[in-house]
C-alpha cells in the first residue's frame, strides 16, 4: 500500500508539473489557469498590447473616413456617406492616374532601396571584417554610421545647396570651367539616382551594423578549417560567410518588404519639396496623402489613398511570404 500511494504521488506531482490536474489525467486545465500560472510573463506583454491597441487597433476607425464626405460640423458618423466616390480621382485616368505612377514609385524606389541597400550593406560588413587594423575598423565604422544621425532636412538643405540653379556648388564649378548652368530641379530623370544616392549614403552604415553582428557571430572554427585546407580570403567569403549571411539577408529582406508601400516621406520631402515638376518620377503615396490633407484640405481622398496603400501592402508581404515559404520555409516570416 505504501508503495502504491508513493507512486501516485509521484504521478500527481508529474501532471501537476505538465500542467494536467490531478483527477483527470492527460486532460489540460483551461486559459484562466494558464494565465494565472504564467501571469508574469502576461504581464510583460501588456504595455505592447496597449501600445498596439492605442495606436494601431482603435485609429483603424478612421477608415470610414474614406467613404463619406466629411464634415467637420457634423462629425465622423454625421457626414453623409458617399461610398467609393472618394476613390474616383485617385483612380481615374487610365494610364495617367495618380495610383498608376504612385504605386509605381513607391515600389520601384523601394526595392532598389531594399535590394542595393542591402547588398552594400552586406558588401562592407565583409569589407569591414576582413580588413586588419583594430583603429582602422573603427574609424571606417564611425564614419560610416555618421550620416544615419543627420536629419533629413539637413540632407534636403545639402542637395538644395549642390544643385542650386544660382549659386550651388555643381553650377559654380560647371561655370568656373566654362560650362553653361543646369538647372537640375527642372530634369526629371536624374532625380531617381539622386534620391537613391541619398537614401543609400545616409542608411548603408546604419544598415551595416546588423551584418557585422551576424558575421562575428559565425564559427571561427569553420574559417580556420577552411584555412588548413588551403582556402583564401576571396575563397572564404564566396564559400562560407556569405552562404552563412543568407539566411540573415533573407529576413532583413523579408522585413523591409513589410513596408515597401511605405514611402520615406522625409527623404522624398525635404529633397523635393513642392516642386510639381517633378511630382511624376518623385511623388510617393506618402508625400500624395500628406499633400491632399494639408494642400487640398480632403480627408476622404487622402484616407482612400492610405487604405489602399495599407491593403496593397498587406497583400504583397503575404504573397512574397508565401513564396518564400514554398522555396525554403526556415526562412519565411510566417
Not at 95 to 113: D, E, K, M, S
Not at 229 to 246: A, H, M, S, V, W
Request: glycine share 8%.
Amino acid at each position: 500500500m505504501i508503495k502504491l500511494s508513493s507512486v501516485k504521488l509521484s504521478s500527481v506531482k508529474e501532471r501537476e508539473e505538465r500542467g494536467e490536474p490531478s483527477g483527470m489525467p492527460g486532460k489540460k486545465k483551461g486559459v484562466l489557469w494558464e494565465l494565472w500560472k504564467h501571469k508574469s510573463l502576461y504581464l510583460m506583454t501588456v504595455p505592447a498590447l496597449c501600445f498596439f491597441l492605442i495606436f494601431s487597433y482603435i485609429p483603424m476607425v478612421g477608415v470610414y473616413y474614406a467613404f463619406i464626405d466629411y464634415d467637420f460640423a457634423k462629425g465622423l458618423f454625421g457626414s453623409p456617406f458617399v461610398g467609393l466616390k472618394n476613390f474616383q480621382y485617385f483612380i481615374a485616368g487610365g494610364l495617367n492616374a495618380p495610383i498608376v505612377y504612385l504605386t509605381r514609385n513607391t515600389i520601384l524606389y523601394n526595392l532598389v532601396f531594399i535590394f542595393l541597400g542591402n547588398i552594400l550593406q552586406c558588401m562592407f560588413a565583409v569589407m569591414i571584417t576582413i580588413i586588419g587594423g583594430r583603429i582602422f575598423k573603427r574609424v571606417a565604422q564611425s564614419v560610416m554610421l555618421l550620416p544615419y544621425f543627420v536629419s533629413f532636412v539637413i540632407v534636403g538643405t545639402i542637395a538644395y545647396n549642390i544643385f542650386n540653379t544660382n549659386y550651388g556648388v555643381l553650377n559654380s564649378v560647371l561655370k568656373t570651367f566654362g560650362g553653361e548652368g543646369v538647372n537640375v530641379y527642372m530634369i526629371e530623370w536624374v532625380w531617381p539616382f539622386i534620391i537613391t544616392f541619398f537614401n543609400l549614403w545616409k542608411g548603408t552604415g546604419y544598415g551595416m551594423v546588423v551584418y557585422l553582428a551576424a558575421i562575428m557571430g559565425l564559427d571561427r572554427e569553420i574559417y580556420e578549417a577552411a584555412k588548413i585546407d588551403g582556402c583564401n580570403i576571396f575563397k572564404e567569403i564566396r564559400y562560407i560567410t556569405l552562404p552563412l549571411l543568407k539566411p540573415t539577408f533573407i529576413m532583413l529582406v523579408l522585413f523591409s518588404l513589410g513596408g515597401i508601400m511605405r514611402g520615406q516621406f522625409d527623404l522624398f520631402y525635404n529633397l523635393i519639396q513642392r516642386n510639381g515638376q517633378l511630382y511624376r518620377v518623385t511623388d510617393v503615396l506618402d508625400t500624395y496623402i500628406y499633400r491632399s490633407m494639408t494642400v487640398n484640405f480632403n480627408l476622404g481622398t487622402s484616407t482612400a489613398a492610405g487604405l489602399y496603400q495599407s491593403l496593397f501592402g498587406f497583400i504583397l508581404v503575404v504573397s512574397v511570404n508565401q513564396i518564400i515559404r514554398r522555396k525554403n520555409p526556415d526562412n519565411a516570416l510566417f
